[in-house]
C-alpha cells in the first residue's frame, strides 16, 4: 500500500487498485460542500476535472489517479493556453 494525498485528503491506496479520477472527483465534491464551498467552486473544480480525464483519454492514457501528476497536469495547462491563444487570434485576426 502506498499513501496518497490529494489536496486535503490522504489516505492509502493498495498497490493493485486503480482510482479512477471520476470517483476522486465525486468524493472531493462531497469534501468541498462538507468545507461550505459554494455550489459553483464545486462545480468548477468538478468541469476541471472532466476536462482533464477527457484530455487524457485523447492522449490514449486513463483517467487515473497514476496519471495526476504535475507533468501532466502543466502539459494539459499549456496545450489549453496554445488553443485559447489560437483561438483568440482567428476570431480577432
Known amino acids: 500500500?502506498?499513501?496518497?494525498?490529494?489536496?486535503?485528503l490522504t489516505y492509502r491506496k493498495p498497490s493493485h487498485v486503480t482510482v479512477r479520477?471520476?470517483?476522486?472527483?465525486?468524493?472531493?465534491?462531497?469534501?468541498l460542500?462538507?468545507?461550505g464551498a459554494s455550489e459553483r467552486t464545486v462545480?468548477?473544480?468538478g468541469q476541471s476535472v472532466r476536462f482533464f480525464s477527457a484530455w487524457l483519454?485523447?492522449?490514449?492514457?486513463p483517467?487515473?489517479?497514476?496519471?495526476?501528476t504535475r507533468a501532466a497536469v502543466?502539459?494539459?495547462?499549456?496545450?489549453?493556453?496554445?488553443?485559447?491563444?489560437?483561438s483568440l487570434a482567428t476570431t480577432c485576426g
Open 63 to 68: 483517467a487515473t489517479l497514476d496519471e495526476l
Open 21 to 31: 479520477l471520476d470517483d476522486l472527483s465525486r468524493s472531493f465534491g462531497r469534501h
Open 57 to 61: 483519454a485523447k492522449q490514449g492514457r
Open 33 to 35: 460542500r462538507a468545507e
Open 1 to 8: 500500500m502506498q499513501w496518497v494525498t490529494s489536496t486535503t
Open 43 to 45: 462545480t468548477i473544480y
Open 74 to 86: 502543466r502539459e494539459w495547462l499549456a496545450q489549453q493556453q496554445a488553443t485559447q491563444r489560437h
